[in-house]
Structures are given as C-alpha cells and as structure tokens.
C-alpha cells in the first residue's frame, strides 16, 4: 500500500511539475511574442522612414537625354535620395543602370557603407566616382547628345535600323492588303498584336537557338519517321514523335511553333484552350490512327484530312481544366503512335498535368528574351505609328511587362488613342496600372529573400511585401528557409574580422534558429485541432521574415559555392509516415501475444527483437534462419515485418551498418526458407484470400485530374431496352391499375327490324 501511495504521490508531483513548466513556457512564448511585435514595429518604422535628408536637394531640370551614352552603378546609402529614386532620375534622363560595376561603367555614385565588393570592382577597373551632389551636377551641366564619337554612330546606326524596319513592316503590309483585298480602314481596326505579329522567322524575338532546334526537328522529320526514330540526330530531337516548348507568356512559342511548321512544308492545325479537348474528342477527333479530323475543330460541319504534311499544335496544353479530363491521356497515347509531328505548348514544364508528357516529347524552353532585343521591335512599331517614344521609356515598359511583348504592344495601342508622345513620369504610370503579377516558385523567392537586396539598408519594400512572398506559397517557404538559412553568408558580418566575425555569425544564426523555433509553435496552433488560421501573418514573420532579415547576405543560388538545398523534412516526413504504418502492422499483430501500444512496441520489443531476429543470420549465417523464423513465427511476424524491425534500428543496430554485416546470400536463402514454409497468421485481409474489394461500376480509370469523365452522348440502347424505355410510359402494363370493363351494347328495336328483313 505504501509503495502504491508513493508512486501516486510521484504522479501528482510529476503532473503538476509538467503543468507548470508549460504554463511557465506559454508565458515565456507570450513574451516573446510581444517582444518580437514591438522590434517589428521598430524595424518597420525605420525602413519606411526617408534617408536622413530626404528632400533636402531638389533634382535639376536637365535636358532631355542628358545622360545617353552613359552607364550608372549605385552602390551605399544616399543622404536625399532612396536607391529607387535615385535609379529612375538616372533613367529618366536616358541613363543605363546596372546592379554590378564593370569596365564598361561610366560612373559608379557612392554612397555611405557601401559593399565591400563593390569597392573592390571600382578599384580593380578604374572606375569614375560620384557622390550624390556630383551626379546631380552631372544632370544639370550635361548636353544632350554630347557623347563620343563610337557611341554617336552606335545611336545613329540604331535608328537607321529602326527606320528600315519600319519601312519593311508598311511594304509588307500593303502587299498583304493587295492580295487579300482589304481596306486601310480594316487594317487600322485590327489589334496591334494580329498587326504586327512576326511574318518570319528574323521578326521572333530572342530564342534563336530554339527556334532552329525546333525548325531542324520538323526538317528531319521524314528521315526520323523512317528510321522509327531510333536515330537521335544533331540535338537528340529526332528520337521523339512530339516536342514541348515550354515557357513565359508573349515570349513566342505559339508563333514560332506556326513559322517553322510553314517554313518547313507543313501545314499547322491548332488546338488552343479555346476548344474541348477532353479524352473522347481527342481520340474521336483527331483518331489514334491519324486518318481524320472532325469539324470541331473549325467550327463547320466539314472534316479536314490530315496529310503526311500536316502538323498539329496543341496550345495551352497545361490549361487542360474541367472541359478537357482525360485530354492529356488520349494526346499522350496519340503522341505514342502519331504519323505527323505533334507540337505542344505549355508556360510551366513542372505542371502535375504534363507528366505523362515529359519521357514522350522533347523539351524545347523559351527564355524571356532580353530588354534590348525587344526594344528595337517596339520602337520600329512606334516610329511607324508616328508615335515619339524614347527608348528609355520602352525600356521601362517592357521590364514592367516582364519581356511579355503582347502587353507592350497593348499599353502602347492604347495610349495612341489619346497621345503619339511619352515621357518616362507616363511610363511608370502606365506600367503601373498594367503592372503583371507572376507567381514566383520557392526556388526565386529564397533566392530573392536571401539575397543582398531585400534587407539592405536602401531597400524600400514594406512588411507587406515582403509578407506577400511567403503567401505565394506558405507550406514550402518556410521549408526552404529552415534548410538554406544556414547556407547563405550574413551582411551584417562582412565588415569584421577574427574573432569577432566568427561571434556575431553565432549570434546571427541564434536570433535566426530562435525564431524558426517560434515559428514551429505558431504553425502547430494554425494546422493544430483548434485552427487558428488568423496567425497565419505571425508564422511569415517568424518562420521566413525575421531569419532572413538576420541572414540575408551572398545568398543561395541554383548553383555555385552555396548551392540551394531542397528540404530534407519532405522525405524524411515521408519516410516517418511509411515507417509508422508499418509499425501498426507490426503493434496490431503483436496484440494477439504482447499487451503495448505503438510507442511501447518500438522503444521497448523492438531493440530486444535485434539480438534474436537479425544478429544470428549476421554471425552465424544460413545455419540460424530457421531459429529466426520460428521466433518470427511465434509473435506473428512476416517477412515485411522483418525488414521494418531491420529500417527501424537505430545506433549500431542502424540498417545501414546491419545489412553490409549479412552476405547477400544469407538474406536470399533466408527469404526463401521463410517462402517455402507455412506460418501462422495472426487475421486475414481480403487480398490475402485471393478476393478483390468492390469496385464502383464506371469507365475507365481516370487520368492525372483525378475525375471521372461524364459522357455527354448517351450510348445506343439495344432493341430490349428500346421497347422498355416504351413502355415506360404505358399504364396498361401496369398490373396495379386496372381499366374500366367496356359495356356489352344492346340491340334496340329498331336494330331487330332491321336483322328480320335481311334475314
């Protein structure tokens, strides 16, 4: 009794003992909190606070293009002027910015605590520096057009080429007129993306060596068709029925795919989302056998026949949506059997949807083609359309665009409605009401969060912004923050040296750890059982915000010194979930012979299986596999239970270190021993008896969508069915309604008469 009233006093002490700790943790979490908040605030104050002079030093009034010809770097912290500010004077009046100096920078302008680095690349070339007052002078005392001669002919050469183009795109216009019989008024009405969309393959611009790749794929098509596409060609195309090019909007994937199919002999039908394209239209549609072409496709009744010369260009193919289930599936299966090349368009290669693609097409990826390669375009179109645009302004339209040369052509038609001129102030507005919001992937928003530039001193995003990054995708952020904190080399110790380096580095990685440890609190109370989704804004600061803000630096890349890691939790939670249902497995057929739950079975049967169940077949070989089996056997055990308890191990018992102990041979006559021999079972599963589950009565399996299609057509009903679905409808055949007996007529006197004479 007494021992009994000791372990419950030893109970109530330990129950109490852990109460109070976690009351004390939460009150120590509550502070923390709070404190955090207050830091915030501070922080945020200080960020949106002005430079220490802001406005003191008014911008002069410099002639327009003052600064062509010249190329700025600015690096440190200006006394009036924010380093956005400071970049768009520079801009506005025909300047080029870069982020990093170089031998072709004409003027780095210095500001306070500036990066080592930079320092180091002023030096090494001989650069020219400013400070803010000199860049300002600059501004006030620069001619226009006073620059050398190899940068006055490089201009004129430029706007010679611009004006030929121009020329080119009328000439071409009115033949195209001519053939097709249209009006200038029909012209004028068009959009200026189906005006001035590339008639060849030199109006494409950037992707050169993408568009000959696909060009030389459709060119040795014939001689791949013939050699059953066992011959892999210059670029390894010519091995695959279909390619997929993939890539940004407006970069011109759509228009290049039309262009060589032309170029090459074959004539292109498309596919764009704007059509159904769900698994039966496909395969009744465009046939697996390739020998016809519904009319849906146009619209008319008429069907097309598709030629050894045709091609078929299925856009938007990672649009597939609710219209179109089954439609990757049926097109994988034509890619597998087609007789024409298949050319299919997509903006993400990484899409769930195109995995069935992937191993059957060649990936073709368009890159956002650079400013200046877009710019000559764009100003040949404005100086044909009369409109007077400099070409610092196209510039700032077309990184507002991110190169997308569609929404270019869109600002600038629509503000030739109102003005043929613009002035950079304009620009930005413009750009700002068609500003385009992309979705990053966690691998650009680690970089951008770890990077020199988002923490800096002159940086002018806000809280919000920098909480909108975590938000693109709130569940892999703060994974990939967690596993690259640690890669990236802080700012905040790249002035020190010794000793004290190596203390702040710790103390920055603390202040980092501390609150990702927060963070996991947070994040157990938002997907805990009582969903506090409202602390979703708390778990962005102290699960992604305030770690960078303490780590950002020389961050981490896709490549180089401090590659980017994927985040090993992913596989790892993986591996625990597999891991403990195979330990239920393990726990449930143990009940019959162990009382213990999962936990119980792991800490404590578990490591003392080891020395009866693998450490014999490690030292004494074949010769122990059937005392193994038989102590297997006793507890229920399979041959699957065995490798778990094997996984499981942890120290020197670790599966790792085990496994090398046993030959291979050992392991493959103890697997067959145990396979040839009978043993007991603890309860049988339905797969174990030979017997199926139930399946739900449907069609077929459903592709990647994960939805059964719904057939819009009914079948046909057979001949029984047909008189069925007739007589539905008949209450005659119905055996609970009966029919009112029809009266016997009686013959009247006069009907008597009648019978007598002719009788």
Known sequence: MRYKKCLNLVAVHQSRRQRSQGELHSRQLHQRLIDILHSWIAIKAAKSAPPPAHGSKVVPDGEPNCLAGLAFVFTGELSSFARDEAIDIAKRYGGRVTLQPSSKTSFVVLGDNAGPAKLAAIKKHGLNMLNEDQFLNLIATRKAGHVDEKT??????????????????????????????KQDGNLSSQLWTTRYAPQSLKDVCGNKSQVEKLQQWLHDWPSSLKSGFKKPGKNGANMFRAVLITGSPGVGKTTSAHLCAKLEGFTPIELNASDVRSKRLVESGLNINNTSLDGYLHGDKASVSITDKSCIIMDEVDGMSAGDRGGVGALNALIKKSMIPIICIANDRQAQKLKPLIHTTFSIPFQKPPVNM?????LSIAYKEKMKIPANVIDQLITSAQSDIRQVLNMLSTWKLSSDTMDFDESKSLAKMNEKYTVMSPFDITTKILGPYLFSPSARESLGDKMDLYFQDHSFVPLFIQENYLRSQPARMRNLEGPEKILKHLELMDKAASSLSDGDLVDSLIHGPEQHWSLMPLHAILSTIRPSSSMYGNGVHYGGPNSMAFPQWLGQNSKQNKLMRQLGDIQAK?????????????????PAFHPHLVQPLAENGTTAAEKVIRRMDEYYLSKEDWDTIVELGVGDHKDEIILKKIPPATKTAFTRKYNSSEHPIAFHKAHDLGKAPKKIAGGPTPDLEEAYEVDEIAEELSEEDEKKEKNKD???ADKLIQAPKKKKVTNTASDKAKNKIKR
């Open 730 to 732: 008949d209450l005659s």
């Open 374 to 378: 877009i710019r000559s375009r764009i």
């Open 152 to 181: 006055k002919k490089k201009l004129a050469k430029e706007q010679e080429a611009i004006r030929q183009a121009a020329k080119e795109m009328e000439k071409k216009e009115k033949e195209d007129a001519k053939k097709e019989d």
């Open 590 to 606: 143990m009940r019959l012979k162990v009382s213990g739950d999962k936990s119980e079975i792991r800490h404590s049967y578990i």
